[in-house]
């Protein structure tokens, strides 16, 4: 968003000439709305340093160098408030100091929407959420990008992606329908950045498959692409059949492909079947006298109090890849 040099000698030109710029000139150089200077000007003082005659602000180079720098700071994910409080304290040194009234704080309720509450997590949370609340879609695909490059995927996903996609969910239940755009923009940019970072799909070997699905009524599929992602990475293949998938099509796509390990995904308790899973491992096939049956894996917090015997319920990405291996190689 910065400034090229033909963009700083007309701003200078300008500032000489007629006395500054105007809001909207401002905010065609910079790429933002109108609407965002103006608030950047009464939440933050960042408005002109100096007033000129007639009824319309003015800016000039050094306040557009101020707000440059608060776009650029913004952009790597700074809280607005952190950001602009770095720009005025970086003001060039013939820039006049401003005088402003002392402004009342804001109201307790825009205070509570500023923010995550993420606790003890790592420093990538906080980025990643906020770049989802800006709904920066560049800055968003780096940091995750990032985060599994330097972590690795089940890692990124545990203490990086999973932790902040909590935040988010909170965010939304607590404040009615909103934030509902945030969850849903985070939650497609984790996906994009599990397909680019999972590896080719490997071959199916007989016995060594593991068919992942989201049962009927359920569509959270984000913890079936990762897992998907996580068994490709040590070589293990796997069928991906999504969300919602219906009893007839599941059972349909278990006979077809003889698979080692089932997983089912359920969100919810209401969409739990703890019949369901128990007459998918019961599916055999093969030929007389070496027939097989599939372990089913009962993933999610919607089959909690509804496991049995025979159908692990792994807690966490890893302790599912682990059982998938352990079935696998066996």
């Known amino acids: 968003m910065g400034l090229d040099r033909d963009d700083e000698t007309e701003a200078g030109a300008d500032a000489r000439s007629g006395g500054g710029l105007t809001t909207g000139e401002v905010a065609r150089r910079l790429g933002v709305a109108p609407t965002t200077v103006r608030s ?102 780096k940091l995750l990008e990032e985060a599994i490059e330097e972590h690795g995927l089940v890692a990124a996903w545990t203490e990086v992606i999973m932790p902040t996609l909590q935040a988010v969910g909170r965010k939304w239940e607590s404040a009615g329908e909103r934030y509902v755009e945030v969850e849903h923009f985070l939650s497609w940019h984790v996906s994009g950045a599990l397909r680019r970072h999972a590896p080719p799909v490997v071959a199916d070997r007989p016995g060594a498959t593991t068919v992942l699905a989201c049962v009927p009524a359920e569509n959270h599929t984000l913890p079936l692409e990762v897992l998907a992602a996580a068994l490709a990475e040590r070589g293990l293949p796997v069928r991906m059949f999504g969300g919602a998938l219906p009893v007839e099509s599941l059972v349909a796509a278990v006979r077809r492909t003889g698979p080692a390990a089932v997983g089912l995904w359920a969100q919810s308790r209401t969409t739990a079947s703890r019949p369901l899973a128990q007459h998918v491992s019961a599916i055999e096939w093969g030929v007389r006298g070496a027939r097989r049956k599939p372990v089913v894996l009962t993933l999610g917090p919607g089959w909690a109090g509804q496991t049995s015997p025979g159908l692990p319920h792994p807690p966490g990405l890893s302790e599912a890849v682990a059982v998938v291996e352990s079935v696998v190689h066996r």
Do not use: N
């Open 40 to 141: 950047w000007d009464r939440r933050y003082g960042l408005g002109p340093a100096a007033h000129t005659g007639g009824r319309h602000r003015r800016w000039t180079a050094g306040d557009l160098a101020r707000l440059e720098r608060m776009c650029a700071l913004t952009a790597t994910g700074l809280p607005p408030a952190e950001a602009a409080r770095l720009a005025l304290g970086e003001a060039a040194p013939d820039t006049p100091p401003r005088r402003t009234a002392p402004r009342p704080p804001p109201p307790a309720r825009s205070r509570a929407g500023t923010g995550m509450r993420l606790g003890e997590v790592r420093q990538e949370c906080k980025g990643i959420a906020r770049s989802a609340l800006r709904l920066d879609a560049a800055a968003l695909d």
